[in-house]
């Protein structure tokens, strides 16, 4: 269930009484007079996906339930009240864009935007290797260091593969990443 706004505007009168229309002075569009959001129920479920490239454990401080994540992209259902008890207890899940959201609204509602701004999806994170090395160079720069991990440990896997052989982008992947990808 998505958190959405309504925005409710007062009308403008654009006729006079007698139903002309007024050409005396233009119609003036008012400022949105209410804004009602709709409220969110702290104890809802929301799907987490694993944004590190292998497995993710998160223990809850409070119930000390456990969440296991095998593989990058794997999904577990988490409320939100445990997400909010995350960000307080270990920051670094969100800053290193370990937990992913589908949906944006939660980055919102959790108050995390700020660490989710440049970050690359589950769905479009092996896209990063297709680009051109100037196009690498800006999105790399803009990731967290969390997600430049992500991109170093599967660009390893993929030159182990074949599916990474361009030399231009494994050297401009190993400026960027500050690590050394293959062997010379």
Same mark, same amino acid.
């Given at each position: 269930?998505?958190?959405?706004?309504?925005?409710?505007?007062?009308?403008?009168?654009?006729?006079?009484?007698?139903?002309?229309?007024?050409?005396?002075?233009?119609?003036?569009? =008012?400022?949105?007079?209410?804004?009602?959001?709709?409220?969110?129920?702290?104890?809802?479920?929301?799907?987490?996906?694993?944004?590190?490239?292998?497995?993710?454990?998160?223990?809850?401080?409070?119930?000390?339930?456990?969440?296991?994540?095998?593989?990058?992209?794997?999904?577990?259902?988490?409320?939100?009240?445990?997400?909010?008890?995350? &960000?307080?207890?270990?920051?670094? #899940? #969100?800053?290193?864009?370990?937990?992913?959201?589908?949906?944006?609204?939660?980055?919102?509602?959790?108050?995390?935007?700020?660490?989710?701004?440049?970050?690359?999806?589950?769905?479009?994170?092996? &896209?990063?290797? &297709?680009?051109?090395?100037?196009?690498?160079?800006?999105?790399?720069?803009?990731?967290?260091?969390?997600?430049?991990?992500?991109?170093?440990?599967?660009? &390893?896997?993929?030159?182990?593969?074949?599916?990474?052989? =361009?030399?231009?982008?494994?050297?401009?992947?190993?400026?960027?990443?500050?690590?050394?990808?293959?062997?010379?």
């Amino acid at each position: 269930m998505a958190n959405t706004t309504t925005k409710r505007t007062a009308r403008t009168k654009s006729s006079s009484a007698s139903g002309q229309a007024n050409t005396s002075a233009p119609a003036v569009k =008012s400022a949105p007079v209410e804004m009602v959001a709709k409220d969110v129920d702290p104890s809802m479920y929301v799907t987490v996906r694993n944004g590190f490239q292998g497995r993710l454990v998160y223990q809850s401080r409070k119930t000390g339930e456990l969440f296991i994540w095998d593989n990058f992209g794997d999904e577990q259902d988490m409320e939100l009240r445990e997400l909010k008890n995350a &960000k307080n207890s270990y920051k670094k #899940f #969100f800053i290193n864009n370990w937990f992913m959201f589908d949906e944006d609204w939660i980055v919102d509602y959790l108050g995390v935007r700020q660490f989710y701004k440049n970050a690359v999806s589950v769905e479009d994170f092996d &896209k990063i290797f &297709k680009q051109k090395p100037d196009e690498l160079k800006k999105t790399i720069s803009e990731m967290s260091d969390g997600q430049k991990q992500s991109v170093a440990y599967r660009a &390893k896997t993929l030159i182990s593969n074949g599916e990474i052989d =361009s030399l231009s982008v494994v050297s401009a992947l190993e400026e960027l990443l500050g690590t050394e990808l293959i062997e010379r």
